[in-house]
T-cell receptor, first 113, second 115 residues
Framework: DSGVTQTPKHLITATGQRVTLRCSPR?????VYWYQQSLDQGLQFLIQ???????AKGNILERFSAQQFPDLHSELNLSSLELGDSALYFC????????????FGNGTRLTVT | DQQVKQNSPSLSVQEGRISILNCDYT??????FLWYKKYPAEGPTFLIS?????DKNEDGRFTVFLNKSAKHLSLHIVPSQPGDSAVYFC??????????????FGTGTQLKVEL
Protein backbone atom coordinates (compact mmCIF):
# COMPACT_ATOMS: atom_id res chain seq x y z
CA ASP A 1 0.00 0.00 0.00
CA SER A 2 1.59 3.25 -1.21
CA GLY A 3 -0.46 5.43 1.12
CA VAL A 4 -1.88 7.40 -1.82
CA THR A 5 -5.65 7.09 -2.14
CA GLN A 6 -7.58 7.73 -5.33
CA THR A 7 -11.33 7.79 -5.77
CA PRO A 8 -13.32 6.61 -7.57
CA LYS A 9 -11.66 3.46 -8.90
CA HIS A 10 -13.86 3.36 -11.98
CA LEU A 11 -15.87 6.03 -13.74
CA ILE A 12 -18.09 5.64 -16.78
CA THR A 13 -19.57 8.74 -18.35
CA ALA A 14 -20.77 10.12 -21.67
CA THR A 15 -19.09 12.47 -24.08
CA GLY A 16 -19.51 16.12 -23.22
CA GLN A 17 -19.78 15.47 -19.50
CA ARG A 18 -17.55 16.66 -16.67
CA VAL A 19 -15.96 14.52 -13.96
CA THR A 20 -13.80 15.07 -10.89
CA LEU A 21 -11.10 12.67 -9.77
CA ARG A 22 -9.85 12.86 -6.21
CA CYS A 23 -6.48 12.09 -4.65
CA SER A 24 -5.23 12.02 -1.06
CA PRO A 25 -1.43 12.01 -0.83
CA ARG A 26 0.71 10.06 1.61
CA UNK A 27 0.81 11.58 5.07
CA UNK A 28 3.41 14.33 5.14
CA UNK A 29 3.87 14.60 1.36
CA UNK A 30 3.38 18.13 0.04
CA UNK A 31 3.70 17.38 -3.69
CA VAL A 32 0.94 15.84 -5.77
CA TYR A 33 1.29 14.79 -9.42
CA TRP A 34 -1.28 13.70 -11.98
CA TYR A 35 -0.44 11.31 -14.81
CA GLN A 36 -2.52 9.88 -17.64
CA GLN A 37 -1.98 6.41 -19.07
CA SER A 38 -3.81 5.70 -22.32
CA LEU A 39 -3.90 2.30 -23.99
CA ASP A 40 -0.38 1.04 -24.82
CA GLN A 41 1.12 4.33 -23.71
CA GLY A 42 3.48 5.22 -20.94
CA LEU A 43 2.49 7.54 -18.16
CA GLN A 44 2.07 11.07 -19.47
CA PHE A 45 2.68 13.84 -16.96
CA LEU A 46 -0.22 16.27 -16.63
CA ILE A 47 0.45 18.59 -13.71
CA GLN A 48 2.17 18.93 -10.32
CA UNK A 49 1.14 20.86 -7.22
CA UNK A 50 3.30 21.64 -4.22
CA UNK A 51 1.65 22.77 -1.01
CA UNK A 52 -1.32 24.23 -2.85
CA UNK A 53 0.58 25.94 -5.66
CA UNK A 54 1.00 24.76 -9.24
CA UNK A 55 4.65 23.72 -9.67
CA ALA A 56 4.99 22.14 -13.11
CA LYS A 57 2.75 21.57 -16.08
CA GLY A 58 2.88 18.95 -18.79
CA ASN A 59 0.74 18.46 -21.87
CA ILE A 60 -2.49 19.03 -20.00
CA LEU A 61 -5.46 19.95 -22.16
CA GLU A 62 -7.26 23.22 -21.54
CA ARG A 63 -10.39 21.17 -20.80
CA PHE A 64 -8.56 19.70 -17.81
CA SER A 65 -7.78 21.52 -14.60
CA ALA A 66 -6.54 20.62 -11.15
CA GLN A 67 -6.13 22.08 -7.72
CA GLN A 68 -4.63 21.18 -4.38
CA PHE A 69 -6.53 22.11 -1.26
CA PRO A 70 -5.23 23.28 2.16
CA ASP A 71 -5.52 19.74 3.52
CA LEU A 72 -3.24 18.73 0.59
CA HIS A 73 -5.74 16.53 -1.21
CA SER A 74 -6.02 17.21 -4.91
CA GLU A 75 -8.74 17.07 -7.52
CA LEU A 76 -8.42 16.70 -11.29
CA ASN A 77 -11.36 18.09 -13.23
CA LEU A 78 -12.00 16.84 -16.75
CA SER A 79 -14.66 18.63 -18.79
CA SER A 80 -16.25 18.39 -22.24
CA LEU A 81 -15.14 14.79 -22.25
CA GLU A 82 -14.24 13.08 -25.49
CA LEU A 83 -13.85 9.39 -26.31
CA GLY A 84 -10.08 9.88 -26.43
CA ASP A 85 -10.03 10.92 -22.78
CA SER A 86 -10.70 7.32 -21.78
CA ALA A 87 -7.61 6.31 -19.82
CA LEU A 88 -6.16 5.46 -16.45
CA TYR A 89 -5.49 8.55 -14.38
CA PHE A 90 -2.85 8.17 -11.68
CA CYS A 91 -2.08 10.44 -8.80
CA UNK A 92 1.30 10.34 -7.06
CA UNK A 93 2.83 12.15 -4.14
CA UNK A 94 6.38 12.75 -3.01
CA UNK A 95 8.35 14.19 -0.16
CA UNK A 96 10.32 17.42 -0.25
CA UNK A 97 13.76 16.01 -1.11
CA UNK A 98 15.11 16.88 -4.56
CA UNK A 99 15.10 13.27 -5.72
CA UNK A 100 12.28 11.84 -3.66
CA UNK A 101 10.63 9.02 -5.59
CA UNK A 102 6.98 9.37 -6.52
CA UNK A 103 4.51 7.05 -4.80
CA PHE A 104 1.46 6.24 -6.88
CA GLY A 105 -2.15 5.49 -6.08
CA ASN A 106 -4.01 2.68 -7.82
CA GLY A 107 -5.55 4.99 -10.37
CA THR A 108 -8.99 5.90 -11.62
CA ARG A 109 -10.12 4.18 -14.79
CA LEU A 110 -12.20 6.61 -16.84
CA THR A 111 -14.36 5.31 -19.66
CA VAL A 112 -16.07 7.84 -21.90
CA THR A 113 -18.86 6.38 -24.04
CA ASP B 1 9.05 13.27 -29.26
CA GLN B 2 9.78 10.32 -26.98
CA GLN B 3 12.43 11.37 -24.49
CA VAL B 4 12.54 7.98 -22.79
CA LYS B 5 12.37 4.78 -24.82
CA GLN B 6 11.91 1.18 -23.83
CA ASN B 7 12.25 -0.62 -27.13
CA SER B 8 11.24 -4.06 -25.91
CA PRO B 9 7.52 -4.18 -25.17
CA SER B 10 7.88 -7.65 -23.70
CA LEU B 11 10.48 -10.04 -22.28
CA SER B 12 10.18 -13.67 -21.25
CA VAL B 13 12.71 -15.28 -18.88
CA GLN B 14 12.94 -18.58 -17.07
CA GLU B 15 12.77 -18.65 -13.29
CA GLY B 16 16.22 -18.40 -11.74
CA ARG B 17 17.80 -16.74 -14.76
CA ILE B 18 18.74 -13.09 -15.19
CA SER B 19 16.23 -10.55 -16.50
CA ILE B 20 17.70 -7.50 -18.23
CA LEU B 21 15.43 -4.60 -19.02
CA ASN B 22 16.73 -1.68 -21.07
CA CYS B 23 15.92 1.98 -21.38
CA ASP B 24 17.36 4.78 -23.52
CA TYR B 25 16.95 8.50 -23.00
CA THR B 26 17.68 11.40 -25.28
CA UNK B 27 18.72 14.30 -23.10
CA UNK B 28 21.99 14.35 -21.18
CA UNK B 29 20.53 16.90 -18.76
CA UNK B 30 18.53 14.21 -16.96
CA UNK B 31 20.25 13.46 -13.67
CA UNK B 32 18.00 11.06 -11.79
CA PHE B 33 16.86 7.68 -13.04
CA LEU B 34 14.33 5.26 -11.60
CA TRP B 35 12.62 1.96 -12.25
CA TYR B 36 9.02 1.25 -11.34
CA LYS B 37 7.12 -2.03 -11.36
CA LYS B 38 3.41 -2.22 -12.11
CA TYR B 39 1.01 -5.10 -11.50
CA PRO B 40 -2.44 -5.12 -13.15
CA ALA B 41 -5.05 -2.99 -11.38
CA GLU B 42 -2.39 -1.32 -9.23
CA GLY B 43 -0.36 1.85 -9.50
CA PRO B 44 3.35 1.81 -10.33
CA THR B 45 5.57 0.92 -7.38
CA PHE B 46 9.02 2.43 -6.92
CA LEU B 47 11.73 -0.21 -7.25
CA ILE B 48 15.21 1.35 -7.42
CA SER B 49 16.90 4.58 -8.46
CA UNK B 50 20.30 5.94 -9.40
CA UNK B 51 21.69 9.44 -9.66
CA UNK B 52 23.91 10.61 -12.47
CA UNK B 53 27.01 10.63 -10.25
CA UNK B 54 26.91 6.83 -10.02
CA ASP B 55 27.03 4.07 -12.61
CA LYS B 56 25.59 1.25 -10.51
CA ASN B 57 23.16 0.83 -7.64
CA GLU B 58 22.21 -2.47 -6.08
CA ASP B 59 19.31 -3.48 -3.86
CA GLY B 60 18.98 -7.18 -3.22
CA ARG B 61 18.15 -8.97 -6.46
CA PHE B 62 17.81 -5.67 -8.34
CA THR B 63 20.71 -3.72 -9.85
CA VAL B 64 20.44 -0.61 -11.98
CA PHE B 65 23.27 0.34 -14.34
CA LEU B 66 23.72 3.77 -15.86
CA ASN B 67 25.83 4.48 -18.94
CA LYS B 68 25.75 8.25 -19.30
CA SER B 69 27.83 8.41 -22.47
CA ALA B 70 25.40 6.05 -24.19
CA LYS B 71 22.35 7.58 -22.44
CA HIS B 72 21.36 4.07 -21.48
CA LEU B 73 19.87 2.61 -18.33
CA SER B 74 19.32 -1.04 -17.52
CA LEU B 75 17.74 -3.07 -14.75
CA HIS B 76 19.08 -6.51 -13.88
CA ILE B 77 17.03 -8.93 -11.81
CA VAL B 78 18.93 -11.94 -10.51
CA PRO B 79 17.59 -14.51 -9.91
CA SER B 80 14.23 -13.87 -11.57
CA GLN B 81 11.16 -15.12 -9.75
CA PRO B 82 7.58 -15.67 -10.96
CA GLY B 83 6.44 -12.82 -8.69
CA ASP B 84 8.61 -10.46 -10.73
CA SER B 85 6.19 -10.82 -13.65
CA ALA B 86 4.91 -7.28 -14.17
CA VAL B 87 5.31 -4.23 -16.37
CA TYR B 88 8.52 -2.34 -15.70
CA PHE B 89 8.76 1.38 -16.42
CA CYS B 90 11.94 3.39 -16.47
CA UNK B 91 11.63 7.04 -15.53
CA UNK B 92 13.96 10.03 -15.61
CA UNK B 93 13.97 13.23 -13.63
CA UNK B 94 15.86 16.45 -13.12
CA UNK B 95 17.47 18.50 -15.86
CA UNK B 96 14.94 19.80 -18.37
CA UNK B 97 11.94 17.91 -17.06
CA UNK B 98 10.39 21.16 -15.98
CA UNK B 99 11.20 21.54 -12.35
CA UNK B 100 9.91 19.94 -9.22
CA UNK B 101 10.30 16.18 -9.06
CA UNK B 102 8.37 15.55 -12.27
CA UNK B 103 9.31 12.27 -13.89
CA UNK B 104 9.17 11.32 -17.55
CA PHE B 105 8.30 7.68 -18.13
CA GLY B 106 9.04 5.15 -20.83
CA THR B 107 6.28 3.04 -22.33
CA GLY B 108 7.09 -0.03 -20.25
CA THR B 109 8.32 -3.60 -20.75
CA GLN B 110 6.11 -6.53 -19.81
CA LEU B 111 8.29 -9.10 -18.04
CA LYS B 112 7.08 -12.67 -17.78
CA VAL B 113 9.04 -15.07 -15.60
CA GLU B 114 8.19 -18.64 -16.47
CA LEU B 115 8.54 -21.71 -14.29
Amino acid sequence: DSGVTQTPKHLITATGQRVTLRCSPRSGDLSVYWYQQSLDQGLQFLIQYYNGEERAKGNILERFSAQQFPDLHSELNLSSLELGDSALYFCASSGTGANSPLHFGNGTRLTVT
Amino acid sequence: DQQVKQNSPSLSVQEGRISILNCDYTNSMFDYFLWYKKYPAEGPTFLISISSIKDKNEDGRFTVFLNKSAKHLSLHIVPSQPGDSAVYFCAVGGGLTGGGNKLTFGTGTQLKVEL
